[in-house]
């Protein structure tokens, strides 16, 4: 933040203080910690303690005001000397009299030689520690605790005298200096609303990045406005002998003719399957198809009111002599009977254009983000097989519909009679649960010999005993070269993910053969034989079973192309990790370390085909707990320990781990706690949170610098490929866009 920034926080700082203080004027320790916003008592009882200069049990918002200003603006010393005391639970030095300018002469020398004589011992940097543990919601034995306190305090104590002085203190933090420049405790309060507009910006529309990025897109759209601008008059034109609104009425109905056909073309999976394998895909914008698919929905919607009402509307002007005819029929008549004979089968076109037309509200609302991502996704499901009666309905209410239908529907029906042959010939079991952190159901189904797919598929799953006419899409996160299995990892969201989980939560379960372990043990030992610890970390909740389920697929995602990638930088949010667990298992497979049987050389046998080209692979995995990172902790390990004899600045594969709960290096409440999983991660040779020899980084990834080290590396054409939230990926997508990086976002529905 700058100077003006700053001003207005500690404005925005006093307008809070007064809304919490009553008529004293002043704030207890309870209101403070409220204000504060910690999870741990700790800061805030020693932040109070030194806010509160005259020790009266309540902070003034002078107090605050002088406490705060002095944390902003005052040098490195002067936030170093309020950290110690913090970390010095024993003290009793106030921030404010220890540092106030107002001091003077002898006076302010004594309080700075106070501070400077106090010091920390082990018991009560433990203290420390393990509430900054809480504060950042990370659960550590007690053991790891004491090995995080001993490694700071042995690092700390330059003079072995079983305690940290000011001096030592200051000299340890110099081996941070990055967290130095930006040491602060704003982060414990919340943050104003920005009201400042960036300026001498253009808009993100407007760069050419933009443009180079959508190209496909755009041109996709641009030609599909001016198919249906062309049919539009076209029709109008046709019927420009009955007046304007029978025009306009016309137009949108053969625009309607064209979209309600052509939204079957964008959901044709398997076909756009097919095509991402060949010259299309660089043409076509095949990675948006479900995002232009709702885009023709909306427009489908629009088109839908316009020409109703145009009906409407004509009819009026006809009532008043307008139109060439004059009707001798009310309007709901019109509307609701097959009196006026309008309509080619029996005069319904009205009434089924009302149907049709509520139809496709109800389908527009059920579809809306809300409705899919709250936890009612069996809503949408069901409301959007309402197609089935909107295309029926269509063949009565316009005679030519059928004209344009003949071709989509046929290709429909064939990928639906396909899509069922394949999956209920190929009926397959689940062979393998594990239950994981955070309600992710980890389920090993049995793999048929001919189903083929590639890294980054995803499938329709299908378990009668869960819901017998239910399908629901999940990405594979097993690679293609595992021959026996197929792995996916599902996360507990809506109905019906909650009852997968619970349902293999249940320790007994009626109708269910629990008695086939044979056959799950054999291909688990066939798997563990041929890749040994290649599998998701398990638990007490594992269990073998034998459950009937369906597959419908696979179907293809932007994840395909990552092989004929330079430098791919695979993101992944939380579940979204899904897609890259296939695809880094699959690049193990490809760069296999072979071993000498008579001596201990060993290397990386690279099997790598026309289409790999991947240079260098980035991968960043960001979750919010720390029990999530369980979920492919093993995977991750055995990456790991594929490279363990490479150089950093060398390998082929980087990670990069994010935990968003935890508080970052620059906050007073985590900086101990940060410092102590440093040097003790440096000291073992592993991370204290993980496990794994990649240091958890705590907070959000700063992705303007996390970019420019992609860049400057310069390891060839960098593609971005993304899984996760909506409003992540549109902070992603902004930045490749500023660096020229291509975006690739993962979207399946």
Known sequence: ????????????????????????????????????????????????????????????????????????????????????QVYDVDGNVCVICCCCCCLVGHARQRHLAATDRGSIDPDELRIVLKSCLRESAI?????????????????????????????????????????????????????????????????????????????????????????????????????????????????????????????????????????RATWVVRVLPLDQHVLLHQLVGFAIFGLTVVHSNAHVINFGESLRGYAEFSS?????????????????????????????????VVMLICSSTFVRRSGHFEVFYWTHLSYIWVWALLVLHCSNFWKWF???????????????????????QVVEVNLLPSKVTHLVIKRSPFFHYKAGDYVYLNIPVIAKYEWHPFTISSAPEQQDTIWLHIRSLGQWTNRLYEYFRQPEREGTDLGTQSLSHNLRNKRYQRWPQISAKLSENHQYCNIKCYL????????????????????????GITPFASILQSIMYRMRKQNCPNCNYSWCQNVKDNEMNLRKVDFIWINRDQKSFEWFVSLLTKLEMDQADQEPDGRFLEMHMYMTSALSKNDMKALGLQMALDLLAKKEKRDSITGLRTRTQPGRPDWSKVFQKVADEMKGKVHVFFCGSPALAKTVKAQCEHFGFKFYKENFQ
């Open 406 to 428: 003949v071709v989509s529907g046929f290709l429909f029906l064939m990928e639906k009679i396909i899509g069922i042959a394949v999956s209920r010939i190929g009926g397959t």
């Open 552 to 575: 419908d697929g696979p179907y293809g995602t932007p994840t395909r192309t990552i092989f004929a990638s330079e430098h791919a930088v695979l993101i992944g949010a939380g579940i």
């Open 1 to 84: 933040m700058n100077v003006d920034d700053d001003a207005k926080w500690l404005e925005w700082v006093t307008r809070q203080f007064e809304s919490i203080a009553g008529e004293d004027k002043e704030i207890d320790l309870e209101e403070f910690t409220s204000a504060l916003k910690v999870k741990e008592s700790f800061f805030a009882e020693r932040f109070f303690a030194l806010f509160d200069s005259d020790a009266s049990g309540s902070i003034s918002l002078d107090e605050l005001l002088k406490a705060l200003d002095l944390l902003i603006h005052g040098n490195e010393t002067d936030k170093l000397r309020f950290l110690f």
């Open 328 to 360: 001798s029929y009310r309007l709901w008549e019109y509307l609701l009977t097959t009196r006026p004979g309008i309509g080619w089968v029996y005069g319904t076109a009205s009434i089924t254009g009302i149907v049709l037309q509520l139809l496709i």
């Open 139 to 275: 659960s550590l034995p007690e053991e790891k605790l004491d090995d995080l306190t001993l490694a700071l305090f042995e690092s700390a104590d330059k003079d072995s005298s079983g305690t940290i002085t000011f001096e030592e203190l200051k000299e340890e933090l110099e081996n941070f200096p990055e967290v130095m420049e930006n040491l602060t405790i704003r982060y414990g309060f919340a943050p104003p609303p920005c009201t400042e507009k960036r300026k001498n910006k253009p808009p993100r529309y407007l760069t050419p990045a933009y443009w180079l990025n959508n190209s496909r897109k755009l041109l996709f759209m641009c030609c599909y406005l001016l198919v249906n601008i062309f049919l539009f008059i076209f029709a109008a034109m046709k019927h420009s002998e009955l007046g304007r609104w029978v025009m306009v009425a016309k137009g949108c109905g053969q625009c309607l003719n064209f979209n309600c056909t052509f939204i079957v073309v964008l959901m044709l999976r398997r076909g756009l399957t097919w095509l």
